[in-house]
């Protein structure tokens, strides 16, 4: 069965500074989706990618998708307070559902 | 559009009793899933329907949990009896198509068994 490995599990970085956050997937991904999620809050859908290669940018956050299709990042610039949280990576499973990694736990000090 | 609602959003039970969650997709989604999240075992799928229907609830933990969908608008998640080791939190989630389409979550509905 697939899975998603996330790394890091848990990162906390100074106000203003860059980051990159990985999902490694043990088999080729058909559809990979970052999610970001506050402490007791539901899951919000941040992007899609589905071609080998691409890349997608919402506000400061980028995410690619590698020409294998088994990994995938998500970089954040000169992040703010309001990017900590959980960020997910969820990918297509061979039934039409999703297959989460455990998430990473970003904190960004002001 | 109002999204993924799930009630309610806090339950705090003792063990034994029936506990019955409940989900509204977002209208003209035809694919409903449901999800548990604990600190241990992450994001899980429990069990998901397409047009009404149960796909896959190779996911649901035991016989004590049920669910169902009576129409496109409405599914139910229960367990009977609880357990103090189904505490967690239980999200619905609601896609227009199965397969590769997005996902867009309920808020969660946080379950403590006592």
């Known amino acids: 069965s697939q899975e998603l490995e996330q790394s890091p599990q848990s990162l906390i970085v100074q106000e203003g500074k860059n980051l990159t956050i990985n999902c490694t997937s043990s088999?080729?991904?058909?559809?990979l989706y970052w999610y970001k999620q506050k402490y007791g809050e539901g899951l919000i859908f941040l992007m899609m990618?589905?071609?080998?290669?691409e890349e997608k940018s919402h506000e400061k956050i980028t995410a690619k998708l590698d020409e294998k299709k088994q990994q995938s990042s998500l970089h954040i610039t000169a992040s703010q307070p309001s990017h900590a949280g959980i960020y997910l990576c969820g990918a297509g499973g061979s039934q039409g559902n999703l297959i989460f990694g455990k998430g990473t736990k970003l904190s960004v000090k002001p | 559009d109002a999204g993924v609602i799930q009630s309610p959003r806090h339950e705090v039970t003792e063990m034994g009793q029936e506990v019955t969650l409940r989900c509204k997709p977002i209208?003209?989604?035809?694919?409903l899933f449901w999800y548990r999240q604990t600190m241990m075992r992450g994001l899980e799928l429990l069990i998901y329907?397409?047009?009404?229907?149960?796909?896959?609830d190779s996911g649901m933990p035991e016989d004590r949990f049920s669910a169902k969908m009576p129409n496109a608008s409405f599914s139910t998640l229960k367990i009977q009896p609880s357990e103090p080791r189904d505490s967690a939190v239980y999200f619905c989630?609601?896609?227009?198509?199965?397969?590769?389409?997005?996902?867009?979550f309920g808020p969660g509905t946080r379950l403590t068994v006592l």
């Open positions: 989630a609601s896609s227009r198509l199965i397969g590769v389409d997005t996902q867009y």
């Open positions: 329907f397409n047009n009404n229907v149960p796909i896959d």
């Open positions: 209208s003209g989604h035809n694919s």
């Open positions: 088999k080729t991904l058909y559809g």
């Open positions: 990618l589905q071609k080998g290669g």
